[in-house]
């Protein structure tokens, strides 16, 4: 089992930066990537980034060149550096993580964080 916590959420103005971790315990050598989504206000849950053990990044237009994720294995945390944030950067932010078993039969499984909300004002 992998439990999933996230935390650095809350509320900037335009323009200014916010650090997002995500703390993952249990066992956590099966994960493969892991990464961030976010749901805005009255919308869907939407990718944001993700990152593979191997340490591949992936973005949605809507961050690249703001947005960086970023992962410490030895913590076993990843992070979320935002920056240059926008009012549409409002959301609830999840940590995701998805991987397989390490014992057989190896099933696959991915977990969600609680989610923490990021509030930007224009």
């Known amino acids: 089992q992998v439990q999933l916590v996230e935390s650095g959420g809350g509320f900037v103005q335009a323009g200014g930066s916010l650090r997002l971790s995500c703390a993952a315990s249990g066992i956590t050598s099966g994960i493969n990537v892991m990464g961030w989504y976010r749901r805005p206000p009255g919308q869907q849950r939407d990718l944001v980034a993700t990152i593979s053990t191997h340490g591949v990044t992936n973005y949605a237009d809507s961050v690249k060149g703001r947005f960086t994720i970023s992962r410490d294995s030895a913590k076993n945390t990843m992070y979320l550096q935002s920056d240059s944030l926008k009012p549409e950067d409002t959301a609830v932010y999840y940590c995701?993580?998805?991987?397989?078993?390490?014992?057989?039969?190896?099933?696959?499984?991915?977990?969600w964080g609680q989610g923490t909300l990021v509030t930007v004002s224009s």
């Open positions: 995701n993580a998805a991987g397989y078993g390490i014992t057989w039969p190896h099933e696959f499984f991915e977990v």
